[in-house]
């Protein structure tokens, strides 16, 4: 995956497939720690302990049907690459939580990439999806939460037009705010 908002989505896609209703995904970009760090936590069916202990394998999905699960695996592997780690933390029936860190400043660490098209696309494809995002850089901080996006739509679907192009303005007018 090219950049950390893929690795991000697929992620979230896993968590809506594994019965999410709330997904929180945070990113921490710190240049005096020279750290870039991201955190996806949601509260779906979360993995047993056996599964837990495989989830990063290659060669292992919880999907029936499937044979490879690369997602963590490459996200592992991005992680390493810019001398950062990669976590995984889970209790069945409360959910999991993927945590990953970088040096910001290694020469092969991914780029965040485009949040907003990631979050736009998960409200798109996922409209009973309650998700929160926070973004911090260097001291500034934006917090998207759907739930009030929501009622600032005054119930239009999330899924709308309308409601995307909304959220699209909205998500890029936050993230600039986080350059200035």
């Not at 779906?44 to 963590?72: C, I, V, Y």
């Amino acid at each position: 995956m090219e950049d950390l908002s893929l690795h991000i989505l697929d992620i979230a896609e896993n968590a809506v497939a594994a019965g999410s209703r709330l997904i929180r995904i945070s990113i921490t970009e710190d240049a005096a720690r020279d750290l870039l760090s991201l955190e996806v936590s949601d509260d779906g069916n979360g993995l047993r302990r056996e599964e837990l202990e495989k989830a990063a394998d290659p060669f292992f999905s919880t999907k029936s049907g499937h044979r490879t699960g690369l997602g963590l695996a490459l996200l592992h592997q991005a992680a390493i690459e810019a001398n950062g780690t990669m976590e995984l933390r889970s209790v069945p029936g409360r959910g999991t939580t993927v945590s990953a860190s970088f040096q910001a400043s290694h020469p092969d660490r991914k780029p965040v990439g485009n949040m907003v098209d990631t979050i736009t696309a998960l409200l798109n494809a996922c409209q009973d999806l309650s998700l929160v995002y926070v973004h911090s850089r260097d001291g500034k901080r934006i917090v998207f939460d759907s739930r009030e996006m929501r009622e600032e739509l005054a119930g239009a679907p999330v899924h709308s037009a309308k409601a995307q192009m909304v959220i699209h303005g909205y998500l890029n007018q936050e993230e600039e705010s986080l350059t200035h």
